[in-house]
């Protein structure tokens, strides 16, 4: 299956992998708001634009909203973060992820940068 890494401007990696794609908090992410503390995820999502709020995210330098660089329908989001916001602290794609979402916009992917 065919990956592709690409970044958003606001701190998020974006992971494609076949026809999903997957966001998380990226070391710019990390570095811009410090040792995370705290989330909120808005979970009942089915479905995000681009600019809608992914996460809140309380951190060591910044409290801040993640907005999403993609349109698409959600497949799943990463529940375990609202008991182990640490996770998002990791260099590890594995645990630092948010969502994954799919059905998103031709073209949209391709915009995000492809340097961190």
């Known amino acids: ?5 690409r970044y958003s401007e606001n701190g998020l990696w974006i ?8 966001m998380g908090l990226s070391e710019k992410g990390q ?4 040792e995370v503390m705290f ?9 995000v634009k681009e600019n ?11 409290v801040t909203e993640l907005l ?6 959600v497949v799943q989001f990463h529940t375990e973060l609202t008991d182990n916001p640490e996770k998002l602290n990791s260099t590890d794609k594995k645990d630092n992820w ?8 031709p073209g949209a992917f391709e915009k ?4 961190v």
Do not use: F, Q, W
């Not at 299956?1 to 890494?5: A, F, L, N």
């Not at 809608?52 to 910044?62: Q, T």
């Open 39 to 47: 989330v909120e995820l808005p979970n009942t999502l089915a479905e």
């Open 1 to 5: 299956m065919e990956k592709e890494m």
């Open 52 to 62: 809608d709020v992914l996460l809140g995210v309380e951190g060591a330098k910044a």
């Open 112 to 115: 995000l940068s492809a340097e």
């Open 15 to 22: 992971l494609k992998e076949g026809d999903n794609y997957r």
């Open 98 to 105: 948010i969502l994954e979402v799919k059905d998103v916009e």
């Open 68 to 73: 999403s660089p993609l349109t698409g329908i």
């Open 31 to 34: 570095d811009d708001l410090g």
